[in-house]
């Protein structure tokens, strides 16, 4: 630590640190004089697992066979807290087991990690308003339990031009921004996420800007950009690769919803146009794509989505993909995230080419979840997926993946 601020470009780095925390403060949304209750401020442009969301959802009661009534004191010092200076956070810990019906040769037919996460938003100025200006921070710490980790399992073991459990990796301490999507509480495949394997994104802790506004009372607007480069392991040096690399993630995305915008995500139509850099050191060439999203509930209890995306060249998995599926939330929408529920999807994927090279078959995916919400704090999630005709595996025509995930949340 004392070499890195002895050298030269330190204190243009800290320069630049202080900048941006400066021009965050001053674009964060201005508040109004009015107070409001909780139920009326607005959740901003972050979906269901967005920081301060994902910690609104953990706060959720919901019906459970089992109440963990000794960590009252504990729920109401965090009240307290948040109530006098502003500050909510929560504590997690996820880990997940995957095994498969058949592997390749010489590889694992199992996997196993998990992920310690601590988050947390404080409200620095306009609180108790409508539109709070806050700052948010999310630490987590990834470990692989297994040789193979849960992340690169089916490509590894299985053949499959896709990935399961996204942020189980081994990438040790770092930092990190749909319905259904949440790789904590929802799909285990990747396919059924935000950009159906077919979006060159950035990497979760990647630094970057976005900004976001409200055309209309049901359409807006989202653009901003992220460093491509970035290692969540080093975030110092992503300062670094941001200013000296240059090489970027580029999104816009415009939409309509049918919805409140504070639930904007549940009934909505958008379009993501996006374009990545080509990134030299990885000798991975620019490209451009775009996802086309549908999500609609039906009743109170179901949610039904459809998603298309494609890509020219760059690094994405898949060049052409759709998913379409749903989930039914026994508690209703108000507990999407937070209660028991069933998910389950279709997938039909073609490789990218430019990526994993030409003449690869097409592929197809399903999968079924159910998440058993055992109590507040404790989330039960078994996952069964059925491979079909995985790209990079020419013996197998079909494999069967089962998982079991554990989230506990306090």
Not at 34 to 39: G, H, K, T
Not at 131 to 159: A, C, I, K, N, Q
């Given at each position: 630590m004392?070499?890195r601020?002895?050298n030269?470009?330190?204190?243009?780095l800290?320069?630049?640190?202080?900048?941006?925390?400066?021009?965050?403060?001053?674009?964060?949304q201005?508040?109004?004089?009015?107070?409001?209750s909780?139920e009326?401020?607005s959740?901003?442009?972050?979906?269901?697992?967005?920081?301060?969301n994902?910690?609104?959802?953990?706060?959720?009661?919901?019906?459970?066979?089992?109440?963990?009534?000794?960590?009252?004191?504990?729920?109401e010092?965090?009240?307290?807290?948040?109530?006098?200076?502003?500050?909510?956070?929560?504590?997690?810990?996820?880990?997940?087991?995957?095994r498969s019906?058949?592997n390749?040769?010489?590889?694992d037919?199992?996997?196993?990690?998990?992920?310690?996460?601590?988050?947390?938003?404080?409200?620095?100025?306009?609180?108790?308003?409508?539109?709070?200006g806050?700052?948010?921070?999310?630490?987590?710490?990834?470990?692989?339990?297994?040789?193979?980790?849960?992340s690169?399992?089916l490509?590894?073991?299985l053949?499959?031009?896709?990935?399961?459990?996204?942020?189980y990796?081994?990438?040790?301490?770092?930092?990190?921004?749909?319905?259904?999507v949440?790789?904590w509480?929802?799909f285990?495949?990747?396919?059924f996420?935000?950009?159906?394997?077919?979006?060159?994104?950035?990497s979760?802790?990647?630094?970057?800007?976005?900004?976001g506004?409200?055309?209309?009372?049901?359409?807006?607007?989202?653009?901003?950009?992220?460093?491509?480069?970035?290692?969540?392991?080093d975030p110092?040096?992503?300062?670094?690769?941001?200013?000296?690399?240059r090489?970027?993630?580029?999104?816009?995305?415009?939409?309509?919803?049918?919805?409140?915008?504070?639930?904007?995500?549940?009934?909505?139509?958008?379009?993501?146009?996006?374009?990545?850099?080509?990134?030299d050191?990885?000798?991975?060439?620019d490209?451009?794509?775009?996802?086309?999203?549908?999500?609609?509930?039906?009743?109170?209890k179901?949610?039904?989505?459809?998603?298309?995306?494609?890509?020219?060249?760059?690094?994405?998995?898949l060049e052409?993909?759709?998913?379409?599926?749903?989930?039914?939330?026994?508690?209703?929408?108000?507990?999407?995230?937070?209660?028991?529920?069933?998910?389950?999807g279709?997938?039909?994927?073609?490789?990218?080419?430019a990526?994993?090279?030409?003449?690869?078959?097409?592929?197809?995916?399903?999968?079924?979840?159910?998440?058993?919400?055992?109590?507040e704090?404790i989330a039960?999630?078994?996952?069964?997926?059925l491979?079909?005709?995985?790209?990079?595996?020419?013996d197998?025509?079909?494999?069967?993946?089962?998982?079991?995930?554990?989230?506990?949340?306090?």
């Amino acid at each position: 630590m004392i070499e890195r601020f002895e050298n030269p470009g330190a204190r243009g780095l800290l320069c630049r640190f202080f900048v941006m925390v400066v021009w965050a403060l001053m674009a964060a949304q201005t508040a109004f004089a009015q107070d409001v209750s909780s139920e009326e401020r607005s959740r901003g442009f972050g979906g269901p697992d967005a920081t301060l969301n994902r910690i609104e959802s953990d706060s959720v009661s919901t019906d459970t066979p089992l109440k963990l009534n000794f960590l009252n004191s504990w729920y109401e010092w965090k009240d307290e807290l948040q109530e006098e200076y502003g500050l909510a956070f929560g504590v997690e810990y996820n880990t997940t087991y995957l095994r498969s019906s058949d592997n390749q040769s010489g590889t694992d037919n199992d996997a196993a990690g998990g992920i310690f996460r601590f988050s947390g938003v404080w409200e620095a100025f306009g609180r108790g308003s409508t539109h709070p200006g806050h700052l948010s921070f999310l630490v987590e710490r990834t470990d692989e339990y297994t040789d193979t980790g849960p992340s690169s399992f089916l490509g590894e073991s299985l053949g499959y031009a896709g990935i399961s459990n996204l942020p189980y990796n081994d990438e040790g301490w770092r930092l990190d921004v749909f319905p259904l999507v949440s790789p904590w509480t929802d799909f285990f495949n990747y396919a059924f996420s935000i950009g159906v394997g077919a979006l060159d994104l950035a990497s979760d802790p990647a630094l970057g800007f976005a900004g976001g506004a409200w055309l209309t009372e049901n359409v807006y607007t989202m653009a901003g950009f992220a460093d491509e480069n970035a290692d969540g392991t080093d975030p110092l040096d992503g300062f670094d690769t941001f200013y000296n690399d240059r090489e970027y993630f580029k999104h816009f995305e415009i939409g309509w919803t049918g919805a409140s915008q504070e639930a904007f995500y549940l009934n909505n139509v958008h379009l993501t146009l996006w374009h990545a850099d080509e990134r030299d050191e990885l000798g991975v060439e620019d490209g451009w794509g775009g996802v086309l999203s549908f999500n609609h509930t039906i009743g109170d209890k179901w949610l039904a989505f459809v998603r298309a995306g494609w890509a020219e060249d760059s690094g994405s998995l898949l060049e052409r993909s759709v998913s379409i599926g749903g989930g039914y939330t026994p508690g209703g929408m108000a507990t999407l995230g937070s209660g028991s529920q069933l998910g389950f999807g279709v997938n039909w994927g073609r490789p990218n080419d430019a990526l994993l090279g030409p003449d690869l078959d097409d592929q197809y995916a399903t999968e079924v979840y159910y998440r058993w919400q055992v109590a507040e704090e404790i989330a039960i999630t078994p996952s069964a997926q059925l491979l079909i005709d995985p790209a990079l595996n020419p013996d197998d025509d079909t494999l069967w993946v089962f998982g079991l995930r554990a989230r506990l949340a306090f």
